[in-house]
């Protein structure tokens, strides 16, 4: 079936660091691939997506290319921000209706 | 900007009792979903519901679960019985375009369920 493997937090870093959050998947059929953001207190957030191999995803400075490749689509940022702090959370849907989300990685930015 | 809503955002029950989490999805939206995270584990998928029927279902989604649309805004998710391990944070989605690969779905804030 269909999985979702993101490293494994928190990743703590000050600010301006840069950022990247592995993702790797499986999946049956060609997924489209997704990166969602819940930061305290609040609901799963939107934050970039790409449907085809060798897109590129991004919003709010981050970004994300799907390599079909390496079934990868890692998450960058150049330069952090405090209110960057959250939980980042890699999906894939592929033949369905269901969203299949990785565990999530905890992301805390610090002054 | 549109977002979809969810009531209440906390809910503690009793073992055995019936509890109903509602949402209420984006307007213009024709599929809806429901998902939940235990404390500590994955987001995982429960149900998906279009046109006033269940499109696709996950084996946690048996017989002490059900869903329904009671009117033009609503989308509630049924426990019949919690069990301990209901205890969980539930998200409903949803979307436009269902079983496109490259649809959308958009979340609400979840509402948390303790099951004592």
């Known amino acids: 079936g269909d999985s979702v493997t993101q490293m494994e937090g928190p990743v703590t870093l000050s600010e301006e660091a840069f950022l990247t959050i592995n993702c790797t998947y499986t999946a049956t059929g060609y997924p489209s691939l997704f990166w969602y953001v819940q930061y305290p207190g609040e609901g799963l957030q939107l934050l970039l997506k790409?449907?085809?191999?060798?897109d590129k995803g991004s919003n709010k400075g981050f970004e994300a290319t799907y390599r079909k490749e390496t079934t990868s689509f890692h998450l960058e940022k150049g330069s952090v921000q405090v209110s960057d702090s959250a939980v980042y959370f890699c999906a894939l849907k592929a033949a369905g209706n269901k969203l299949t989300f990785g565990g999530g990685t905890r992301v805390l930015v610090k002054p | 900007e549109p977002e979809v809503t969810q009531t209440p955002s906390h809910q503690v029950t009793q073992m055995g009792q019936e509890v109903i989490l509602r949402c209420v999805p984006i307007?213009?939206?024709?599929?809806f979903y429901w998902y939940r995270q235990i404390l500590g584990q994955k987001v995982e998928f429960l149900v998906s519901f279009y046109n006033n029927e269940i499109s696709e279902k996950s084996e946690i989604f048996d017989d002490q679960f059900s869903v329904e649309r009671p009117d033009g805004s609503n989308f509630t998710l049924k426990i019949r019985s919690t069990k301990l391990e209901d205890s969980a944070m539930y998200f409903c989605?949803?979307?436009?375009?269902?079983?496109?690969?490259?649809?959308?779905?958009?979340f609400g804030p979840g509402t948390r369920l303790t099951v004592l």
């Open positions: 989605a949803s979307s436009n375009a269902g079983t496109d690969r490259t649809d959308t779905q958009y």
């Open positions: 307007s213009n939206h024709l599929y």
């Open positions: 790409a449907t085809k191999a060798d």
